[in-house]
């Protein structure tokens, strides 16, 4: 970007923003600040939230943008509502130069000039009017410069493929500011007019339909979208590129026009969303009853960005989400588009059309949507056995939420820290679970009346966790009032109920029940007094049906109707819905698991699962009778039961075996698993089921590096071979676990082969799977060259960073990792995308001992308070190593006994 003569906002250090006042004059309209007297104060910025006596009621912008270079222009106005008299405006702002700033009010015209602000002040800027102006309507016009980044993904930013420059956006949470001067809070949902000014030939989208297009004097095409609903501004989303657009029908009940924006020459991959998105979105309307509230709606790839988001009219997905070539179209990927899109289009309602207010209720927004995700592509395909997935996603939940240092659903927000913790597993599965399991307790048709009212009673503004509370209650009748409450208590404040129920003999048969925080071993005492407690909808399911309480007490009773003694079926998680682990009673656990479970559902199993993995964390289960209850479970024929089992003897493997016994533990692992593993093989079978296909990778990728079966290996090598030679040698659903396994064994000369074959990838998908097998290379000297390659340029670091990840979750590799973001931290904080750097962290979590938690401490301490969301995570990553020394500590003598006993 070239000097300009002008005031400039510039970032400090990851979003750190401050002015700066040039020597030169500035352009007319912009005065520079005048030197304080020595006994005025300089202006406080605010610190989080811009002051309440300004607010926006619209906005009008026009954008330049040549996405080849590396900068655009702003010319935007403000419509505002001035609540008191002001002399001084903040509005939110990072990068901008700001070349021009006017207030309009009364046919007066009021030239603004810049507040200085310290490096302190993230993201705002002042601008002083030289005067107070009074209440009433005013209008802000500016004129500015901002960047389009090559190196981030979140504000305005651009990406090259070939020859081709696009330019996307990306603002959730706090990036609209990059792109425009603006109130980038939710409660600033106002309407957006946007017009972009491109080069002749490229596609400009934007969240609504064209309005007109003309052709400027200097040539540049301007293209005007029509005015938007309300919108908050990080909602806000454009797009500017040679891009190929694929038609992909209408949909819902309106018949909205549904599209796909992909790079050139890539529309033959968007075959399966154009296939299916009309008709998720039709199952979306049905259960909300409401029509799709945006107009149209495309869905566009984004290259080198992760995950999706929701922006109305124009959602944006990862490039390998969105789009598969018609050869790399598994069946992995089918489910995976599905989930995602039938989230992201669940957010046009929970969070666009109903947005929430801050921050703290972004739970409403990403729980609702990934409970409408599950219930959707259940409904749509009943046969993908979504009740086992949501299940382990409650597991993933509750695992996190284990920890001392988990936040609650609602947390304070305090600083912007907590805003980017706040997409995380808690909001999203956490928030997900318990609005299944009160769901289930109040009735699906009443909770869907109480999603309904609130859509209705809040459509195009604002709604907190209050507002929904209050129509969940009136729609629950009388029960209403205890609903609310007992919810409360699972938003409120952190942590996972552990329910203890013990059958006492009747007549009448009844559970003992008490609740209790649960608390893995190792786990420092949490500050709360009183003690957690939790209003629990306990269900149990028993032959003669199922019997439900609240358990809002410490302890209680339930009596179960037609129940004739303890030695019948009593699953005290009925269905796995609840959001309680169970410290079972004497005897029941062998009850539940009698003959392999078999009159559990496959999601009590996986259920049942999780608590003895949990009771084994929290000391209540001996490790080696936790193993062998799992193994007991070991060939279910359920996908998600077995893939629960593996989860298990995985953590057992890392943090309980010691290296001279691991040969007995792959011994018990071949034993149990082995069979199954070398049915299904490396390769999948014409007309086999999906589920067995999905399942192949855990099983048969356990059994072959953790069981230690040299003919799975020695396959692996052999295929992996093959498909360098020949990429049509093995199917796309098995090469992510053919290569794994082959990169666990890699030589240098196969190493060389995938990394040369990673830097010729045909599409990002296959690089994707090349860079993952580097990752899984465990020879310290190959380990050594895989990390040199996160910072060779070779490939983007975007990418490489998931050779330094997978390295790092690998004991075999994590020291190595470990060393090497400690010797080029400060590299690749500069070289990672802005908001990534946290992920740094991360690469510490595999340790399980004292010295390393010390360590970690230490260099972490004050550099994570400078990445965006590391504080938190680096008190999470040092709880982990705590509690995996402690669980080290306390259970692996068991086990040892238990590997011991093993014949050769």
């Known amino acids: 970007m070239p000097a300009l003569r002008t005031l400039s906002l510039t970032v400090c250090l990851l979003g750190a923003c401050r002015a700066i006042e040039q020597a030169a004059a500035p352009p007319s309209g912009v005065h520079p600040r005048q030197a304080l007297p020595p006994e005025t104060a300089p202006p406080v910025p605010p610190s989080l939230r811009l002051p309440a006596e300004v607010r926006p009621l619209g906005?009008?912008?026009?954008?330049?943008?040549?996405?080849?270079?590396?900068?655009?222009?702003?010319?935007?106005?403000?419509?505002?509502?001035?609540?008191?008299?002001?002399?001084?405006?903040?509005?939110?702002?990072?990068?901008?130069?700001?070349?021009?700033?006017?207030?309009?009010?009364?046919?007066?015209?009021?030239?603004?000039?810049?507040?200085?602000?310290?490096?302190?002040?993230?993201?705002?800027?002042?601008?002083?009017?030289?005067?107070?102006?009074?209440?009433?309507?005013?209008?802000?016009?500016?004129?500015?410069?901002?960047?389009?980044?090559?190196?981030?993904?979140?504000?305005?930013?651009?990406?090259?493929?070939?020859?081709?420059?696009?330019?996307?956006?990306?603002?959730?949470?706090?990036?609209?500011?990059?792109?425009?001067?603006?109130?980038?809070?939710?409660?600033?949902?106002?309407?957006?007019?946007?017009?972009?000014?491109?080069?002749?030939?490229?596609?400009?989208?934007?969240?609504?339909?064209?309005?007109?297009?003309?052709?400027?004097?200097?040539?540049?095409?301007?293209?005007?979208?029509?005015?938007?609903?309300?919108?908050?501004?990080?909602?806000?989303?454009?797009?500017?590129?040679?891009?190929?657009?694929?038609?992909?029908?209408?949909?819902g009940q309106s018949g909205t026009p549904l599209r796909i924006i992909v790079p050139r020459g890539r529309g033959g991959e968007a075959r399966l969303a154009a296939r299916v998105s009309g008709e998720l979105l039709g199952l979306l309307e049905d259960y909300f009853g409401i029509p799709y509230p945006f107009g149209k709606l495309d869905q566009i790839a984004v290259l080198r960005f992760q995950g999706a988001m929701e922006n109305p009219g124009l959602i944006a997905y990862a490039q390998d989400l969105l789009l598969a070539r018609p050869e790399e179209e598994t069946v992995a990927h089918q489910r995976r588009f599905a989930a995602v899109a039938a989230h992201e289009m669940a957010h046009q309602w929970f969070g666009n059309l109903v947005t929430m207010r801050f921050w703290e209720d972004v739970w409403l927004n990403e729980s609702f949507a990934s409970w409408m995700e599950a219930r959707t592509v259940a409904q749509w395909r009943p046969r993908w056995d979504m009740a086992g997935q949501r299940i382990r996603s409650r597991n993933h939940a509750m695992e996190a939420d284990s920890l001392t240092s988990a936040r609650s659903v609602r947390q304070p927000i305090e600083s912007l820290h907590d805003i980017h913790n706040a997409f995380d597993a808690i909001t999203y599965q956490k928030g997900q679970a318990i609005l299944e399991m009160f769901e289930r307790y109040i009735g699906p048709e009443r909770f869907r009346q109480g999603v309904r009212r609130h859509l209705r009673e809040h459509a195009f503004g604002h709604a907190s966790a209050e507002d929904f509370l209050a129509v969940l209650a009136a729609e629950s009748g009388a029960e209403g009032p205890a609903v609310a409450s007992a919810m409360r208590t699972f938003l409120d404040q952190p942590g996972v109920p552990l329910v203890r129920a013990a059958c006492l003999a009747g007549p009448p048969v009844r559970l003992q029940l008490s609740q209790r925080r649960y608390l893995p071993l190792g786990a420092l005492s949490p500050p709360e007094h009183p003690p957690a407690r939790w209003h629990v909808p306990v269900c149990v399911r028993h032959a003669a049906g199922r019997t439900c309480t609240l358990l809002t007490a410490p302890e209680g009773e339930l009596v179960l109707p037609g129940v004739a003694s303890c030695d019948d079926l009593l699953v005290p998680n009925a269905d796995g819905v609840g959001y309680y682990r169970v410290h079972y009673g004497p005897g029941m656990l062998a009850r539940l698991l009698r003959q392999g479970g078999a009159e559990l559902t496959p999601p009590e199993r996986v259920a049942v699962l999780d608590d003895i993995q949990a009771l084994m964390h929290s000391g209540d289960l001996p490790a080696d009778e936790a193993v062998q209850l799992t193994l007991t479970l070991a060939r279910d024929r359920n996908r998600h039961v077995v893939e629960q089992a593996i989860q298990l003897v995985r953590s057992v493997h890392h943090a309980l075996v010691p290296r001279a016994l691991r040969p007995a533990y792959a011994r018990l692992v071949r034993a149990a698993f082995g069979p199954q593993a070398r049915r299904l093989g490396l390769r999948s079978r014409p007309g086999e089921d999906e589920e067995v296909r999905l399942g192949r990778r855990s099983v048969v990728g356990l059994v072959g590096w953790v069981g230690q079966d040299q003919g799975l290996l020695a396959e692996a090598r052999r295929l992996a071979a093959a498909w360098l030679d020949n990429p049509t040698a093995v199917s796309p659903d098995d090469l992510d676990l053919v290569l794994h396994l082959a990169g666990r064994q890699a030589d240098p000369a196969l190493f060389e082969r995938l990394h040369a074959a990673a830097l010729a990838a045909p599409s990002h998908a296959q690089r994707m799977r090349l860079v993952g097998a580097l990752a899984a290379v465990v020879e310290p000297q190959l380990v050594q060259r895989a990390l040199h390659l996160v910072l060779s340029g070779s490939l983007d670091i975007r990418e490489s960073v998931r050779i330094l990840l997978g390295v790092a979750r690998e004991e075999d590799g994590a020291e190595q990792a470990y060393r090497f973001v400690k010797e080029h931290f400060d590299t690749l904080v500069a070289r990672l995308p802005r908001n990534s750097g946290a992920l740094l962290v991360s690469t510490a979590g595999a340790f399980c001992d004292e010295e390393h938690h010390r360590d970690v401490a230490a260099f972490f301490g004050q550099r994570a308070a400078q990445l965006p969301g590391g504080p938190r995570r680096l008190a999470q990553v040092l709880e982990q190593i705590r509690l995996c020394a402690a669980l080290r500590a306390a259970q692996q003598d068991r086990l040892v006994t238990l590997l011991r006993t093993q014949g050769p």
């Open 59 to 251: 906005y009008d912008v026009t954008l330049t943008i040549r996405p080849e270079q590396e900068f655009f222009d702003g010319d935007m106005v403000i419509d505002l509502a001035v609540g008191a008299p002001v002399a001084r405006l903040w509005l939110n702002g990072t990068e901008l130069t700001i070349q021009q700033a006017t207030l309009h009010r009364d046919g007066q015209q009021l030239p603004a000039r810049l507040t200085p602000t310290p490096a302190t002040a993230h993201g705002v800027l002042g601008l002083d009017l030289g005067q107070p102006v009074p209440a009433g309507r005013a209008r802000l016009h500016l004129r500015y410069r901002g960047l389009l980044s090559q190196r981030d993904n979140d504000g305005l930013f651009r990406q090259q493929e070939g020859d081709h420059w696009y330019v996307f956006s990306d603002f959730e949470p706090t990036d609209a500011r990059r792109a425009f001067p603006c109130f980038d809070e939710p409660s600033a949902k106002v309407p957006w007019q946007l017009t972009l000014r491109v080069p002749q030939g490229l596609v400009a989208l934007a969240n609504t339909e064209v309005e007109s297009e003309t052709l400027d004097p200097d040539g540049m095409h301007r293209v005007r979208f029509r005015r938007t609903a309300p919108l908050p501004s990080y909602l806000v989303a454009l797009a500017v590129g040679p891009f190929d657009i694929v038609e992909a029908g209408r949909g």
